[in-house]
């Protein structure tokens, strides 16, 4: 038995993005991580990470935007961006692939069969993982041959080419992305999140529903931006202006209610407004995301 090579059909449990027809042109490979809510990004041909700035939150499952970048960048490569609730296992080589079957056999009243790629001429694959909000999962070497890569990093996938020239290929790309069992969980989750910037020892959080003055200032410039985002950048800009706005909150200067309904409020005032499920998703994404990593700076008010 290949427990890395075995499939299920997939079941109505697992969560699909909200988006639009698919643009005409874009390579079908493209679709499959977007289509259940894990962005993706351009980077250069053979690589695995992008140059880009602020390349992590820029991520979009919007197919339109990944259109506009298949046309601007047609020989780059593509990396999925990681980040809860999705990780990824990278099985590297004969040994990556031996530890992941000996987990399946250790465990086959509770087997896990999830979305994963392969590549021409070389042993290994990545596995794509959906993990509880809740549970803390740092980027780790598991063993010799297995990495974990989670929130803010990235992993080559299809249709791309490896730096060698070997393809990346889906083994099925109608596979859905499957919960984490509970024997990976806990292998793979860490004890607690780590220590996250203390804020400054007079500082006070603002009372539910009100914002600071820095807060209100910062989202009245990052509406603007999403009001004004061109076509081809929408999703990627309301994600990366709503996660900004969400460190605030997180760091106790905006009631994070304020953020979401701005947000919201400037999509809508886009010239072509995103699909309103496209923006309910994306903003609450940000969100949750921004949430978690709080932003406390030097002068507020």
């Known amino acids: 038995m290949n427990a890395v090579g075995s499939m299920q059909e997939p079941t109505a449990t697992n969560e699909v993005s909200p988006l639009a027809a698919t643009p005409r042109g874009l390579h079908p490979d493209l679709l499959v991580l977007p289509r259940q809510g894990v962005p993706i990004f351009h980077a250069p041909a053979g690589e695995n990470h992008s140059r880009t700035k602020n390349w992590p939150v820029l991520a979009s499952v919007d197919l339109h935007?990944?259109?506009?970048?298949?046309?601007?960048?047609?020989?780059?490569?593509?990396?999925?961006?990681?980040?809860?609730?999705?990780?990824?296992?990278?099985?590297?080589?004969?040994?990556?692939?031996?530890?992941?079957?000996?987990?399946?056999l250790a465990n086959k009243r509770d087997m896990l069969e999830t979305l994963r790629d392969g590549r021409d001429g070389r042993v290994g694959a990545h596995l794509f993982i959906r993990v509880p909000d809740d549970k803390?999962?740092?980027?780790?070497?598991?063993?010799?041959?297995v990495e974990v890569k989670s929130a803010r990093t990235s992993a080559g996938i299809p249709p791309s080419r490896r730096s060698d020239g070997d393809q990346r290929h889906w083994a099925d790309p109608t596979t859905p992305i499957a919960?984490?069992?509970?024997?990976?969980?806990?292998?793979?989750?860490?004890?607690?999140?780590?220590?996250?910037?203390e804020p400054?020892?007079?500082?006070?959080?603002v009372a539910a529903g009100e914002c600071s003055r820095y807060a209100g200032a910062a989202i009245a410039r990052h509406s603007r931006r999403v009001a004004a985002a061109?076509?081809?950048?929408r999703q990627s800009i309301l994600n990366g202006s709503t996660f900004a706005c969400a460190q605030?909150?997180?760091a106790g200067l905006v009631d994070p209610d304020i953020v979401e309904?701005?947000?919201v409020a400037a999509a809508h005032r886009m010239a072509d407004p995103l699909p309103a499920s496209v923006i309910t998703y994306t903003v609450a994404r940000a969100l949750r995301q921004g949430l978690g990593n709080p932003y406390y700076p030097t002068e507020r008010a």
């Open 248 to 250: 605030l909150a997180g």
């Open 136 to 145: 803390y999962v740092p980027s780790r070497r598991l063993a010799e041959g």
């Open 65 to 104: 935007t990944i259109a506009a970048w298949a046309r601007e960048y047609p020989n780059c490569a593509w990396i999925a961006v990681l980040g809860p609730p999705f990780v990824c296992i990278d099985l590297d080589g004969p040994a990556g692939v031996r530890w992941w079957e000996r987990q399946q």
């Open 200 to 205: 400054p020892r007079d500082f006070q959080p």
């Open 230 to 233: 061109p076509e081809g950048a």
């Open 179 to 197: 919960h984490a069992t509970e024997w990976l969980l806990e292998q793979i989750v860490a004890p607690k999140r780590p220590p996250r910037l």
């Open 261 to 263: 309904r701005e947000f």
